[in-house]
């Protein structure tokens, strides 16, 4: 089963557009993962927070977590095209060692 | 690093048929995942191996499906006998201790089961 669920599930914004990805999961967690998906491709690891964070800068790239809530999110500033994927948050949850669990996925549309 | 190398990249195959997909992780990386995505399911943990040791299998479908790593450098996950319900991009991803890092996935296996 599932551990976390995006929303939207869809979203289609012009290039220049920040991005926001939501993620909620159930359970306690150790880490966050977020990762792309190009079409056809396999999942690229984009960023981790760990359960004692709040927030993390990658480049564009701007993650919350609030454990209380039991939910994340993913900014993309100044969108472009070529971030046109899907993106899944990523869960290792508490006492599951190793053992990751992604989320249903969002899937990104960036236009000119 | 050439990155996770999986094989073949697509297989089509009928009913009853033994499938055989084939990883080799980065090298010096001592965890190997196998994951199923699906349109239905999304992305779902088969199995996993630490120091070519498999730690957890629970999410392996059946006792039709079956996985083995026998070096550091190679990992197999075979299906016997294939169904068509099997059909999915079968991903091998690999890590260096454990999760800290995040997990480096290959392109995949498309396989379809006729």
């Known amino acids: 089963s599932q551990q976390g669920e995006e929303d939207p599930q869809a979203l289609s914004i012009q290039e220049g557009e920040n991005a926001t990805m939501n993620c909620s999961y159930k359970?306690?967690?150790?880490?966050l993962q977020w990762y792309r998906q190009n079409s056809g491709r396999g999942l690229v690891h984009l960023i981790l927070?760990?359960?004692?964070?709040r927030e993390k800068h990658s480049g564009r790239l701007r993650v919350t977590l609030d454990t209380s809530k039991k939910s994340s999110s993913l900014l993309i500033t100044a969108s472009r095209a070529a971030d046109t994927a899907s993106y899944f948050c990523?869960?290792?949850?508490?006492?599951?060692?190793?053992?990751?669990?992604f989320g249903t996925g969002t899937r990104l549309q960036v236009t000119l | 690093d050439a990155g996770v190398i999986q094989s073949p990249r697509h297989e089509v195959t009928e009913m009853g048929q033994e499938v055989t997909l084939r990883c080799k992780p980065i090298?010096?990386?001592?965890?190997l995942f196998w994951y199923r995505q699906t349109m239905m399911r999304g992305l779902e943990l088969l199995i996993y191996?630490?120091?070519?040791?498999?730690?957890?299998d629970s999410g392996m479908p059946e006792d039709r499906f079956s996985a083995k790593m026998p070096n550091a450098s190679f990992s197999t996950l075979k299906i016997q006998p294939s169904e068509p319900r099997d059909s999915a991009v079968y991903f091998c991803?690999?890590?260096?201790?454990?999760?800290?890092?995040?997990?480096?996935f290959g392109p995949g296996t498309r396989l379809l089961v006729l």
């Open positions: 991803a690999s890590s260096l201790a454990g999760l800290a890092g995040g997990l480096y």
């Open positions: 359970t306690s967690i150790n880490n």
């Open positions: 927070i760990r359960s004692n964070e």
């Open positions: 191996f630490n120091n070519n040791v498999p730690i957890d």
């Open positions: 990523a869960t290792d949850g508490a006492g599951t060692a190793s053992k990751l669990t």
């Open positions: 090298s010096g990386h001592d965890y």
